[in-house]
């Protein structure tokens, strides 16, 4: 990926994403079968660390499907390209600026990163637990996003944007996130992934009102923070 940030493309305690169930899913492109975003949006800034080396043209299309997600829960997505290696930080200045507090980190991870003894095999990705105040990272395992598509279950962007904007959920909805709609779903069946189920696959009302609170409430709590500070200099 080159350095410059884009609009267009968010993780709590440890959560893996939904299980993918059953075959049948025809390709298709969701983004087109939604609105765009509410009213009263509140952006996001998603650092993403492409470990496994996504083609561009995948990658794009699955932040496309990500941001869509979101945007129709009044979420705005900003993807931020970010360098996996040391040597190559001087060719990503847009992920080197200061941390704001929605700023947020997703990895794109190759099988070799990813520890099956710790990881539920099904699992397309995993959420640590995202403290007020701290640094939120998830992950999401390319591989097994990879083989899902391969087994005829649904175009691989698409399926990487919505197991993208799943772990995004985990990080802005809090701990045990799970619901039993929506892109939310502990687990999905195949037919939750054809064109005609695809808007389902979507946040709640209840969803999108958290998640803006939750982000005002990180917003308000870095802020003070931020002023406490500066009193203390």
Same mark, same amino acid.
């Given at each position: 990926?080159?350095?410059?940030?884009?609009?267009?493309?968010?993780?709590?305690?440890?959560?893996?994403?939904?299980?993918?169930?059953?075959?049948?899913?025809?390709?298709?492109?969701?983004?087109?079968?939604?609105?765009?975003?509410?009213?009263?949006?509140?952006?996001?800034?998603?650092?993403?660390?492409?470990?496994?080396?996504?083609?561009?043209?995948?990658?794009?299309?699955?932040?496309?499907?990500?941001?869509?997600?979101?945007?129709?829960?009044?979420?705005?997505?900003?993807?931020?390209?970010?360098?996996?290696?040391?040597?190559?930080?001087?060719?990503?200045?847009?992920?080197?600026?200061?941390?704001?507090?929605?700023?947020?980190?997703?990895?794109?991870?190759?099988?070799?990163?990813?520890?099956?003894? #710790?990881?539920?095999?099904? $699992? %397309?990705?995993?959420?640590?637990?995202?403290?007020? =105040? @701290? !640094?939120? *990272?998830? &992950?999401?395992?390319?591989?097994?996003?990879?083989?899902?598509?391969?087994?005829?279950?649904?175009?691989?962007? #698409?399926?990487?944007?919505? $197991? %993208?904007?799943?772990?995004?959920?985990?990080?802005? =909805? @809090? !701990?045990? *996130?799970? &619901?039993?709609?929506?892109?939310?779903?502990?687990?999905?069946?195949?037919?939750?992934?054809?064109?005609?189920?695809?808007?389902?696959?979507?946040?709640?009302?209840?969803?999108?009102?958290?998640?803006?609170?939750?982000?005002?409430?990180?917003?308000?709590?870095?802020?003070?923070?931020?002023?406490?500070?500066?009193?203390?200099?």
């Amino acid at each position: 990926m080159n350095g410059t940030g884009r609009t267009a493309r968010s993780v709590t305690l440890a959560t893996g994403l939904a299980v993918l169930m059953a075959p049948g899913a025809a390709g298709h492109s969701s983004a087109r079968n939604r609105t765009e975003a509410e009213p009263g949006a509140i952006t996001i800034a998603l650092r993403v660390y492409d470990y496994a080396r996504v083609d561009r043209a995948r990658m794009l299309g699955a932040e496309t499907e990500a941001t869509t997600i979101l945007a129709r829960a009044g979420v705005e997505a900003r993807w931020v390209d970010c360098s996996t290696s040391k040597a190559d930080l001087d060719n990503y200045p847009d992920c080197q600026s200061p941390w704001q507090a929605n700023d947020f980190v997703l990895k794109v991870l190759p099988k070799a990163m990813v520890d099956s003894k #710790v990881i539920w095999q099904e $699992a %397309m990705g995993f959420s640590f637990r995202c403290d007020t =105040l @701290g !640094t939120c *990272s998830s &992950s999401v395992f390319y591989d097994r996003v990879q083989s899902l598509s391969q087994g005829g279950r649904g175009p691989l962007p #698409v399926l990487l944007g919505l $197991a %993208m904007a799943h772990e995004i959920g985990h990080l802005l =909805l @809090g !701990t045990h *996130s799970h &619901s039993s709609t929506g892109i939310m779903r502990a687990r999905w069946f195949g037919e939750d992934i054809t064109l005609a189920a695809c808007p389902h696959l979507l946040f709640t009302a209840q969803q999108s009102r958290q998640m803006k609170t939750r982000l005002a409430e990180r917003a308000q709590a870095w802020q003070l923070q931020a002023e406490a500070v500066e009193l203390g200099r």
